[in-house]
């Protein structure tokens, strides 16, 4: 049981590069989110998933976008990487309303 | 909308000494809670939730919090805290019906002298 597997787990981008970030879990969580983590801001909604074929958007969609055609994969697409985009990023999913999410270990993104 | 605030962004405490992390919320409707840690280079792990019933949730790692409604809070404490509890530590909330959006708190980062 691997849980929620992020990859890659480093990445360097030059500015207006395209570049998706893989989630996979294995829980079968109807649930899954990514999210974005800065220093001092705590973590912030990109986009979530309630289950295949539904997404909708958090706090700052702006610049990303996510697909799920199936329940084990969440993936998270830059469309044009800029630097304001530097940041650690967590896929996390979880079971069931107010179950808590399990976090991957997190893509350490740098655009330079 | 939700908001969540962390009184503290670091808490330095001594080795056996307790410690009390400070949670207060914003919401006009019912809410969960939820406090994470967050180690060195690595993921978030689920320290304990509040979903409803009893306002005095156990955790995990000997860590408890309690909810208090007219106070809007979720404050964490640890009676006697090891160096291994070095970390930081977040509070997070959602709506009972947008659990699936957490709104999260700034973090607090807990530092143990020996």
């Known amino acids: 049981n691997a849980g929620v597997t992020q990859t890659p787990k480093f990445q360097v981008l030059k500015t207006g590069q395209s570049m998706t970030l893989q989630c996979a879990q294995d829980m079968n969580h109807e649930y899954m989110s990514w999210y974005r983590q800065d220093p001092g801001m705590g973590l912030r909604l990109i986009h979530y998933s309630v289950g295949a074929g539904i997404t909708d958007q958090g706090e700052v969609p702006n610049g990303y976008n996510v697909s799920r055609s199936t329940t084990e994969d969440f993936p998270l697409r830059l469309l044009s990487a800029a630097p304001s985009q530097t940041s650690v990023y967590f896929c996390a999913s979880s079971y069931n309303q107010g179950g808590g999410y399990t976090f991957g270990s997190g893509t350490r993104l740098t655009v330079v | ?114």
């Open chain 2, 1 to 114: 909308a939700q908001s969540v605030t962390q009184l503290d962004s670091q808490v330095p405490v001594f080795e056996e000494a307790p410690v009390e992390l400070r949670c207060n919320y914003s919401s006009s409707v019912s809410v969960y809670l939820f406090w994470y840690v967050q180690y060195p280079n690595q993921g978030l792990q689920l320290l304990l939730k509040y979903l409803s019933g009893s306002t005095l949730v156990k955790g995990i790692n000997g860590f408890e919090a309690e909810f208090n409604k007219s106070q809007t809070s979720f404050h964490l404490r640890k009676p006697s805290v090891h160096i291994s509890d070095t970390a930081e530590y977040f509070c997070a909330v959602s709506d009972l019906q947008g659990a699936q959006k957490l709104v999260f708190g700034q973090g607090t980062r807990l530092t143990i002298n020996p």
